[in-house]
Nanobody, 124 residues
């Protein structure tokens, strides 16, 4: 069971940090990703991080503004979001899998454990 938290209301240009925690299991060996879904739109990839905590990949739309990190000791994966834009308003989901094919790391179908999502609203 994955639990995403940290969502809220933030002004454009502001920052917010999301956290994904695993209950009842460890993240060890799992690739963990963040996706988001805006109202009326399809779920889109945001960022992902391998179990080694060194290999990451970002969507072009967030590259340079968002940072994904993980602490395997704490069994948590964080997403630091800076310079947020109104188009970043969405429900953010974390997802995990221990059998991600790296070439499909951006595909929601590559992940089989999903959290419930946390709402981020970017508005003045």
């Amino acid at each position: 069971q994955l639990q995403a938290s940290g969502g809220g209301l933030v002004q454009p240009g502001g920052s917010l940090s999301l956290s994904c925690a695993a209950s009842g299991r460890t993240f060890s060996g799992y690739t963990v990703a963040w996706f988001r879904q805006a109202p009326g739109k399809e779920r889109e990839f945001v960022a992902t991080i391998k179990w080694n905590a060194r290999t990451t990949f970002y969507a072009d739309s967030v590259k340079g503004r968002f940072t994904i990190s993980r602490d395997n000791a704490d069994n948590a994966v964080d997403l630091r979001m800076n310079s947020l834009k109104p188009e970043g308003t969405a429900v953010y989901y974390c997802a995990a899998s221990n059998r991600v094919i790296w070439g499909l790391k951006h595909d929601p179908g590559a992940y089989y454990n999903w959290g419930q999502g946390t709402l981020v609203t970017v508005s003045s």
